[in-house]
């Protein structure tokens, strides 16, 4: 599996992002002009996410990465105050104007590197929610990744994916038919992915986001003392 693989994840996630072209082509897939299976993949998340959310205290959350603030909707909501970073400029201005279309009173933008947040930000949260990360991520970054969203919240909420041969076979097949996105995922299994959660954490409830059609696991977590 891809576990201990090494791969560019600089300019397939980091760099990636950072063109207005790739920020509205990225919205524009997950609204309501999209394509069907993204648009259920987005609603799917956002109720994943609220139902989490709504688990623990609220009030503060830091959303990293925002992207292009999908989640808008759910902190409209529950009424949180967000910070929401990115590390692409292009991504977070198209999320100020969604975090403004969707009611969200109280939300602040800033550029902010997930692997370096207790160096950029002077603030703790309720919960950091890190959505649509970590499946581009290795594994020893995600570790790091981990560490810096529960060194800043009192809860952590994570997605990442988790790999089975029914998905690998289910990539393979679609990327012949229809072809698309060829950059690499950093998937691991469900064993590594529970110890990876788990590294300084309690898992305290977790959740498939929409199980045949994707792979996506999204992780409620406790900071241990
Ligand atoms: C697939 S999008 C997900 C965005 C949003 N959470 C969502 O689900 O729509 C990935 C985002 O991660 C951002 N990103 C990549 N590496 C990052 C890092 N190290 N720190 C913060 N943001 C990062 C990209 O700029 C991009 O906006």
Redesign the pocket.
């Known amino acids: 599996m891809s576990d201990e693989r090494t791969f560019d994840?600089?300019s397939e996630?980091?760099d990636?992002?950072?063109s207005d072209e790739v920020?509205e082509n990225?919205h524009e897939a997950?609204s309501n002009e999209g394509h069907w299976r993204h648009r259920l993949i987005?609603s799917r998340?956002r109720q994943t996410i609220k139902n989490l959310i709504n688990k623990v205290p609220n009030a503060s959350v830091l959303?990293?990465?925002?992207?292009?603030?999908?989640?808008a909707p759910v902190f409209a909501e529950t009424g949180s105050s967000v910070l929401a970073?990115?590390?692409?400029e292009?991504?977070?201005q198209v999320a100020e104007s969604e975090y403004e279309r969707t009611g969200v009173e109280n939300a602040r933008f800033q550029i902010?590197?997930?692997?370096?947040i207790t160096n950029t930000l002077d603030e703790s949260f309720d919960v950091a929610?890190?959505?649509?990360?970590l499946?581009?991520?290795p594994s020893d970054?995600k570790r790091r990744?981990l560490k810096e969203l529960g060194s800043v919240a009192d809860y952590v909420i994570v997605?990442t994916g988790v790999e089975s041969t029914f998905h690998s076979y289910r990539r393979t097949a679609r990327q012949r038919i229809l072809g698309g996105d060829e950059r690499e995922h950093c998937y691991e299994t469900s064993e590594v992915t529970r110890e990876i959660m788990g590294d300084g954490f309690t898992i305290v409830a977790s959740k498939r986001v929409l199980p045949i059609l994707s792979q996506e696991h999204v992780y409620l977590l406790k900071p241990d003392e």
């Open positions: 994840y600089s996630m980091k990636y992002y950072k920020a990225y997950f987005a998340e959303d990293i990465p925002t992207g292009t603030g999908k989640l970073c990115d590390i692409s292009n991504m977070l902010c590197d997930a692997e370096g929610v890190c959505l649509r990360l499946h581009r991520v970054t990744i997605s």
